[in-house]
């Protein structure tokens, strides 16, 4: 799924990408920030949304230093 959205982001014109946690799970905390990285690197000059709700996931992002934006939804 991942995969597809990566390609479906990079093929699209003016599209925003957004991505769910639910790709991203299972995966150990080492290599989480590599993998927002990639992601990031795939999609050049591109506006991306993540919507993640695991803590170890938000820090990870935080850890790329590429987090321009940051909106927190409780509830």
Do not use: N, W
Request: net charge negative; with cysteine.
């Amino acid at each position: 799924m991942l995969s597809h959205a990566l390609a479906f982001a990079r093929e699209g014109t003016g599209v925003c990408p957004l991505f769910l946690d639910e790709p991203l799970e299972g995966a150990r905390d080492g290599d989480r920030r590599e993998m927002f990285s990639t992601i990031l690197d795939a999609l050049p000059g591109k506006q991306t949304v993540f919507l993640l709700s695991d803590p170890g996931d938000i820090d990870a992002l935080r850890a790329t230093g590429r987090a321009d934006k940051e909106l927190e939804i409780r509830g």
